[in-house]
C-alpha cells in the first residue's frame, strides 16, 4: 500500500506560494490541487469533514461539492467525491492539514496522498489591462456626462448621448466584474480536493481464484452454448445419419 506524503513536506510544497507574496509578486494567483485515496466506506464522511473545515474557516467560500457513486459490476461499487473552496493566503494550510488527516477511529496509514500540486499565475497583464480600459471608460462617461448636460435643449443630441452613455456604463460594469474576478483570484487562493473510495486490495492467491473463477465461468457459458446448439441440431443430424444408412443398405451409392 502507498504511503501518505509526511505532513510537514506536504505542507512546504503547498506554501511555497508564502514567499513569493512576500517577496512582493503581489499579481499572483494560486490553485491548489489534493487528490486523496480513502477508504470506500468513508467517503461521504471525508467530505462532510471537509465542508464542515471550510465552514469553521474565517472567510471560506465553498466553490462546489459533489459525490458519486461508480457501479462496478457484481454488486461492487467504488464512491469518490471532489470540494473546491476558496481561502485567503493564510488559512490554506489549516484547511489542507484539516482534509488530509483521519477521521475519529480512522488510521492515517488509510489516507494516500496520489498528488499534491500548486499552480501559479501571473495576473499583472491582466490587472494592468482592465486598469487602463476602466480609466478610459470613466474619462469617456465624464465627457457624456457633460455633453449631456450642455445637450439639454436638443432633444435629438440627448436621446444620442443618452443612448451612448448607457451603453458605456454597461462596458463600464462588464470591466468593474472582470477586475473584481481578478482581483478575487489574487487575494484569495483555490483549493480543490478529490476523494476516491480505494477498493479492497486481494492477495495474490485470491486474485489467482478470482481470475480462475472467471476463467471457469466463460468455458461454462461456453459449454453451455454448444449443447444448446447440439440439442437444436441433433434431431437434423440423426435424420441424415438415417437416411445415409439407408441409402447404403439400399445400395443406392452402388455402381452397376
Not at 482581483?183 to 473510495?197: H, K
Not at 492467491?205 to 454448444?226: A, H, K, P, Y
Request: some cysteine; glycine content about 4%.
Amino acid at each position: 500500500m502507498a504511503v501518505m506524503a509526511p505532513a510537514p513536506a506536504m505542507n512546504l510544497r503547498f506554501l511555497k506560494h508564502g514567499v513569493s507574496q512576500r517577496a512582493g509578486q503581489a499579481f499572483m494567483a494560486y490553485e491548489h490541487r489534493l487528490d486523496l485515496t480513502v477508504p470506500d466506506h468513508l467517503v461521504s464522511a471525508h467530505l462532510d469533514a471537509a465542508r464542515a473545515a471550510c465552514t469553521a474557516a474565517v472567510s471560506c467560500e465553498l466553490v462546489s461539492s459533489n459525490e458519486n457513486t461508480e457501479e462496478l459490476g457484481q454488486g461492487v461499487s467504488q464512491h469518490s467525491a471532489r470540494i473546491a473552496v476558496r481561502l485567503p493566503h493564510d488559512r490554506v494550510e489549516a484547511f489542507i492539514k484539516a482534509v488530509s488527516s483521519p477521521l475519529p477511529g480512522e488510521e492515517s496509514r488509510n489516507i494516500v496522498t496520489r498528488a499534491a500540486t500548486t499552480s501559479e499565475t501571473d495576473l499583472q497583464n491582466d490587472v494592468i489591462d482592465v486598469d487602463r480600459r476602466l480609466a478610459q471608460m470613466t474619462a469617456y462617461r465624464d465627457r457624456l456626462e457633460a455633453l449631456e448636460a450642455q445637450s439639454a435643449g436638443r432633444t435629438d443630441d440627448l436621446i444620442k448621448v443618452a443612448k451612448e452613455l448607457s451603453e458605456v456604463q454597461s462596458s463600464l460594469e462588464d470591466a468593474q466584474k472582470e477586475k473584481n474576478g481578478l482581483s478575487r483570484r489574487i487575494d484569495t487562493e483555490r483549493v480543490d480536493v478529490s476523494f476516491e473510495g480505494a477498493r479492497a486490495t486481494s492477495t495474490p492467491v485470491r486474485q489467482r481464484w478470482n481470475e480462475s473463477t472467471q476463467i471457469f465461468m466463460e468455458t461454462l457459458g461456453d459449454v453451455w452454448f454448444f449443447l444448446i446448439q447440439a440439442v437444436v441440431w441433433a434431431p437434423l443430424v440423426l435424420v441424415a445419419l438415417l437416411l445415409v444408412r439407408r441409402a447404403i443398405r439400399k445400395g443406392w451409392f452402388r455402381r452397376d
